[in-house]
């Protein structure tokens, strides 16, 4: 195929990074043309909504949330926002338990109400002294013992990795907060908000603030790159894929999703287990730790979008192998997979004019917020070189 149109860059990947760097480079004057294989915009962020109008996150439950207020002053731009908690329960043993572990969670392992003074006590007790945690299993026996991480972590991580938790970074199970006061937040950051109406109107405001941006959907690399002569590519697809996979494939882990919508009256019949009328379930999230359940977690969005309607959609989340007909949804946090990679990392340094950003070009797990920082980063770094139109 010959090339039949000029573009300054061409981006590949209409998700979070994608779609931020192509703005910040238009508004500069530069012409973008953004591709994405997959039929809507967004990436794995993309929202939608089912006959009743319920949102929901078809790539499962994205919470937004962030310290950086360059990120959160940069994407109001396009989007209000509907700030909202992010509360997560654990069902294992037959039972519901407040996630993560704060105070409510000892209380209920108890049996009987208690103190921070008296938790903070026991963790002491139960805590192993391990001063720099060189995988999950370590960084969580540092912060609660064994009781807690054999009841909340273990099953989890086996099941959501397919891997023990010792042959997994410390930062997998780390990031999650442990509290010993009331506080159940699932996350600690300043901001925790969902854009007011969803993420794909987020992006189509991001769109149509910047003309000099071409989207084209259902577009593979493969053919953007003979269709479109460019100065610069901005790839944030798969770093393996980019070299044909010529040291093999990265290992990921992907997903499988089931969205039920449920109709006033299931969810009135509901009450007593949800406890709240008009909801499925108590809490946003509940984990599924137990080996004997195959998902992971279910999800019911409508607890943080705040959409005040008469049903619901839940979504629960399988983990599976990838496979390359995959989604290749989490790049593998742990030391033999970040080896495989830096094969390719040192192929993509030499790489002329080609920028390598977000989750997949660089593979790590990256909240939305922090590809953002790096895409407006790389926005920074590439106007400079070439300046402005
Ligand atoms: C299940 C799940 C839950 C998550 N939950 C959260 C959360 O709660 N909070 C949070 O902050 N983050 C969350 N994330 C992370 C979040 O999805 C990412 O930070 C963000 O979407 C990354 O954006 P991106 O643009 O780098 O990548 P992506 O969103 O993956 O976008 C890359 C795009 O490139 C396209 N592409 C790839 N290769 C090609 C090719 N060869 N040709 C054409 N197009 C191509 C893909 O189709 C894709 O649309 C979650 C991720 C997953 C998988």
């Known amino acids: 195929m010959q090339a039949d149109h000029h573009t300054d860059f061409l981006i590949v990947g209409a998700g979070f990074s994608g779609l931020v760097v192509a ?14 294989r997959r039929p809507h915009l967004g990436g794995n962020a993309w929202d939608r909504s089912d006959a009743a109008g319920v949102r929901f996150h078809p790539y499962g439950p994205h919470y937004f949330r962030t310290n950086s207020h360059r990120v959160r002053e940069y994407l109001s731009r396009f989007t209000d926002w509907h700030e909202t908690r992010y509360t997560v329960n654990s069902h294992t043993h037959g039972r519901d338990w407040s996630f ?9 392992y108890l049996g009987r109400p208690s103190t921070t003074d008296e938790f903070e006590a026991w963790l002491a007790q139960r805590r192993i002294p391990i001063t720099h945690p060189a995988n999950s299993e370590e960084a969580i026996l540092a912060k609660v013992g064994r009781e807690f991480y054999e009841l909340f972590y273990e099953g989890y991580t086996l099941k959501q990795w397919r891997r023990h938790p010792r042959d997994l970074d410390a930062s997998v199970c780390a990031r999650i907060p442990i509290r010993t006061t009331r506080d159940d937040r699932y996350l600690d950051e300043s901001f925790q908000a969902l854009p007011a109406n969803g993420y794909t109107t987020l992006f189509e405001n991001l769109l149509a603030a910047s003309p000099r941006v071409t989207l084209h959907l259902g ?48 969810l009135r019949q509901r009450v007593a287990i949800s406890g709240k009328p008009g909801f499925w379930q108590p809490v946003l999230q509940v984990n599924h730790p137990d080996p004997s359940v195959a998902w ?9 979008t705040g959409q005040q309607l008469d049903s619901t959609v839940v979504t629960r989340e399988f983990p599976k192998d990838w496979t390359p007909d995959d989604e290749p949804f989490y790049p593998v946090p742990a030391p033999d997979a970040r080896e495989a990679y830096l094969r390719y990392a040192r192929l993509a340094a030499e790489e002329s004019n080609t920028s390598f950003i977000g989750r997949l070009a660089t593979y790590r797990y990256y909240n939305m917020d922090q590809v953002t920082a790096m895409a407006l980063n790389e926005a920074d770094k590439l106007i400079d070189h070439y300046g402005s139109h």
């Open 23 to 36: 703005e910040r480079l238009a508004s500069h004057g530069w012409n973008c043309v953004v591709v994405d």
């Open 100 to 108: 993560p572990v704060n105070l409510i969670t000892f209380e209920q």
């Open 219 to 266: 577009v593979d690399f493969d053919e953007a790159k003979v269709r479109w002569k460019h100065r610069h590519l901005v790839f944030t697809g798969a770093i393996d894929e980019y070299f044909g996979r010529r040291f093999g494939p990265l290992p990921y882990r992907s997903l499988r999703f089931e969205h039920e919508s449920h109709d006033a009256e299931t």
């Open 296 to 304: 992971t977690r279910t999800v019911e969005l409508k607890h943080a």
